[in-house]
Structure formats: C-alpha cells, structure tokens
T-cell receptor, first 115, second 112 residues
Framework: AQTVTQSQPEMSVQEAETVTLSCTYD???????LFWYKQPPSRQMILVIR??????QNATENRFSVNFQKAAKSFSLKISDSQLGDAAMYFC????????????FGKGTHLIIQP | SQTIHQWPATLVQPVGSPLSLECTVE??????LYWYRQAAGRGLQLLFY??????ISSEVPQNLSASRPQDRQFILSSKKLLLSDSGFYLC???????????FGPGTRLTVT
C-alpha cells in the first residue's frame, strides 16, 4: 500500500519570505499523481498544485512550486512571497490513477505566517 | 463551471440516531464521487467511492453506508451512529481530467 509522510507537523515563516514544506511517499508504481492541498480554518480542501509523475518538469502555479524528485520519492512544496492568507494546514496527497483507491494523504503540516 | 455542494454544514446527533449526509455536483455528468472522513487532528480517510448510479465501493468496514440514487447525487448514511463516527465528512469528485479531486465544503458531525 502507498504511504505519504509529512515530517513537519508545523512550520512558521515571516510574511513575504519563502517556505518549503516536505513530503515523501512510498509506491511501487511508475505512473501516478501527486498533489498539495490547502485546508484553511473553514476546513474545505483546496487543490493548490498537481504533478504528473511522467512529467520531469516541476509544476508551478503562481507563488507555489514543487520540487519533484521521482527517484528519491520526494515532493516538496515551495511557497514564495508568503502571505497571511497562506496560513493553513497543507496536505500532500498521492493518487495511483485507479479510482477505487482514492487519494492517500499525509498527516499535514500546519503553516503559520508571522506578520 | 462545476460546483460541489454538501449539506448540512454542521450536525449534532445523539448516539444511536440515524444519519443522512448529501452531496451533489453541478455542471458535469457521470462524475466519479468519493466520501472521505477527517477525524480530529488526523488526515483524510477514504470511505466510499462510486463510478455511477447504484455502484458503490467501500474501503473500510464500518456502520456507515453510501448510495448513489442519481448521477450527480451521493448520500452517506447510518442506521445507528456511534461516538467514533464524529468527524469532518468531505465529498469529492474527480474533475474533468479524471485524476485530481475537488472537494465540497464538508459536514462537521458531532455524535454526543
């Protein structure tokens, strides 16, 4: 079974600075998908960024980018120019592509933005 | 554009009472639908998955059940709630690409 590990329960960053959240995963599959979701205090899960494993290029969405290291099974999220609205729980998630498996989530990292 | 709705937003129910949570998706047809539960301080756990009307796959044994009476409607039910059923329930659909999931606003369930 696939597992997703987020080793940082909590991270803190100054507003306008850059922060990197770590994620590692374990799988025997060669094709899969990785995601970062944001869960603000409202608790709705919001898709931040996606990475298809067959793509070598790291995904980027505005201030959010990933460092995808397939051989190392590592998938970190970098948030540039941190804003107060970025404060939330961030979850790393893995999807094998077989619908019945759903998403496998890490336990999350609580990101605090210091003004 | 597609939208996913859940209701109720909040629910407080006594132990042993029945449960019905509803999820509907607008702006798409024949979506794959999912129910997840998030217990306090923990990640999300997949409960049920559906590829179409009347087709339900269960991931974990529990006293919960799911049904899909219409193409864009997914219902989570229980005949008798347990204290351990408390949590945040999220419905999701797999989007136009078919491999990423979009979540509804969730239902906070407290069993007393």
């Amino acid at each position: 079974a696939q597992t997703v590990t987020q080793s940082q329960p909590e991270m803190s960053v100054q507003e306008a600075e850059t922060v990197t959240l770590s994620c590692t995963y374990d799988t025997s599959e060669s094709d899969y998908y990785l995601f970062w979701y944001k869960q603000p205090p409202s608790r709705q899960m919001i898709l931040v960024i996606r990475q298809e494993a067959y793509k070598q290029q790291n995904a980027t969405e505005n201030r959010f980018s990933v460092n995808f290291q397939k051989a190392a099974k590592s998938f970190s999220l970098k948030i540039s120019d941190s804003q107060l609205g970025d404060a939330a729980m961030y979850f790393c998630a893995y999807y094998s592509g077989g619908g019945a498996d759903g998403l496998t989530f890490g336990k999350g990292t609580h990101l605090i933005i210091q003004p | 554009s597609q939208t996913i709705h859940q209701w109720p937003a909040t629910l407080v129910q006594p132990v042993g009472s029945p449960l019905s949570l509803e999820c509907t998706v607008e702006g798409t047809s024949n979506p794959n639908l999912y129910w997840y539960r998030q217990a306090a301080g923990r990640g999300l756990q997949l409960l049920f998955y559906s590829v179409g009307i009347g087709q339900i796959s269960s991931e974990v044994p529990q006293n919960l059940s799911a049904s899909r009476p219409q193409d864009r409607q997914f219902i989570l039910s229980s005949k008798k709630l347990l204290l351990s059923d408390s949590g945040f329930y999220l419905c999701a659909w797999d989007g136009d690409r078919g491999y990423e999931q979009y979540f509804g606003p969730g239902t906070r369930l407290t069993v007393t």
